[in-house]
């Protein structure tokens, strides 16, 4: 048995052993960058390996999460330095090696010091809450609205964006390669019973799986379906022992692949796979030592052009492709209409999602017909909102759509209102920004450079 395989066994072994026999315990993964990251070098696909002698026992039951509050060696804002900022944040930050690349910088730039701790988005949320943390960096849409709206954080920042995807082993049992539907991708990995490893760590990852299982009306459950209560980088080495599926981000996955690894991306693209991250200043009531001045110039920092221009090179060298996609505010005003996501969508849907330029204008369009102050008619071309909602799936109780302008105007259309108007539409326009087309209503909704639709 090779080295590589010897020591994948081990490790293999070793998170089954702790799924089985034990309590994970407190999370302490913390960074504290003093260097930029060596560029990787690449490593050559191994002929494929041979199979484990012994297929590991799955585990039985969901382990116990760990608690989202640091240890006596962990930071904490409580005990941090006058010059050290905490920040918590998701795994696929640190596994993709992006803080270790950026960090250097600031600390160079400002002189202060960031320690990380690097758990789950749920996690991370919580540190935030307890006030363990200064800012937060996460990619959970919901969960954010949710701690922004119990008054947790202050200030929230777009900052990037990437996608998961739905990797597995090349002979792909499911018969999923090439779908363009995660949603049907995940019944025919249900229907199959084909080995599933989950993070079960309420991880943004986690939030993102589970929505998808309840896209496809499957509560997974079984041998097949194993929740590793562990990052990405560790699930990613269990689905390839095991030759299952499992979703990841595209970042960590890209930068595993680094290290070697048989699993395959099978399905990608589909939009509901969109994963933005949210960068959050933590309320400073929640104490005297919240770090608030420091918070807000780490994300003033993080948001700003040149910083997102660092985040736009990231992986180019190694992949030939950005691992994450900037997609602050300053970025989309200096780069409005080249690619980036031009419409997003949240609030009461199945899951929060976006479209580019580029996938809006290659849906299916339909003319509007629009009266204009002067009382002439203008013809916009352009995406029913009709067909956006049915993929957005609105929830039961959701009454209104609010359409938000880039600078902040906003309009509430009632949402009956649009699902019996074939011909209201999103309509690109010429300078690359996106208008909603209400054909007989109020010229108050006929927004201009929309840039959301907000389900309330």
């Given at each position: 048995m090779s080295f590589k395989r010897l020591s994948r066994v081990v490790l293999l072994l070793a998170l089954?052993?702790?799924l089985v026999g034990c309590t994970q315990a407190t999370p302490t993964a913390v960074v504290e960058p003093t260097v930029a990251a060596a560029t990787p070098t690449p490593v050559p696909p191994t002929a494929t390996p041979e199979p484990p002698t012994a297929t590991p026992e799955p585990a039985t039951a969901t382990p116990e999460?760990?608690?989202a509050a640091p240890t006596a060696e962990g930071p904490s804002s409580k005990t941090a330095a006058a010059n050290e900022l905490v920040l918590a944040t998701t795994t696929s930050t640190?596994?993709?090696?992006?803080?270790k690349y950026l960090l250097p910088d600031f600390e160079k730039e400002t002189g202060i010091?960031?320690?990380v701790i690097a758990v789950g988005t749920g996690q991370s949320l919580k540190l935030g809450e307890n006030g363990d943390a200064d800012v937060v960096l996460v990619h959970a849409r919901a969960l954010e609205d949710e701690f922004m709206a119990a008054?947790?954080?202050v200030r929230r920042e777009d900052v990037m964006y990437n996608d998961f995807i739905i990797v597995g082993p090349e002979a792909d049992p499911a018969g999923i390669a090439g779908m363009n539907s995660a949603v049907d991708a995940f019944k025919a990995i249900g229907d199959t019973k084909s080995t599933f490893v989950s993070r079960g760590d309420e991880s943004g990852t986690h939030v993102k799986e589970k929505e998808v299982w309840a896209a496809a009306g499957i509560e997974p459950k079984g041998d097949w379906y194993i929740s590793a209560g562990q990052g990405m980088g560790a699930v990613l080495t269990m689905a390839d022992e095991l030759q299952g599926y499992t979703l990841s981000d595209r970042a960590t996955y890209l930068a595993r692949t680094l290290e070697g690894t048989d699993l395959v991306i099978l399905v990608e693209g589909d939009p509901l796979l969109f994963n933005p991250y949210g960068l959050i200043a933590v309320n400073p009531n929640k104490g005297p030592h919240i770090k608030a001045?420091?918070?807000?110039q780490f994300i003033d920092w993080f948001i700003s052009v040149p910083t997102q221009e660092?985040?736009?090179a990231f992986g180019m060298e190694e992949f030939g492709q950005s691992l994450f996609v900037p997609d602050s505010q300053p970025w989309r005003d200096a780069h409005q209409g080249t690619g980036t996501v031009a419409l997003k969508a949240s609030g009461k849907v199945a899951m929060t999602t976006g479209w580019t330029l580029a996938q809006l204008k290659a849906m299916d369009m339909v003319?509007?017909?629009v009266e204009n102050k002067s009382g002439t008619i203008d013809v916009f071309e352009g995406v029913p909102l009709v067909d956006l909602l049915a993929a957005l799936e609105p929830a039961a109780d959701a009454t209104t759509v609010v359409l938000v302008a880039s600078d902040g105007f906003t309009a509430e259309v009632p949402l009956a209102d649009v699902e019996a108007c074939p011909t209201c539409v999103v309509a690109p326009q010429e300078d690359g920004t996106l208008r909603a087309a209400m054909p007989g209503m109020s010229s108050k909704f006929q927004v201009k450079d929309l840039t959301e639709l907000r389900i309330e």
């Open positions: 089954v052993a702790s999460q760990p608690t640190e596994n993709s090696g992006l803080l010091k960031v320690s008054g947790h954080g001045d420091l918070a807000n660092k985040i736009a003319k509007a017909e």
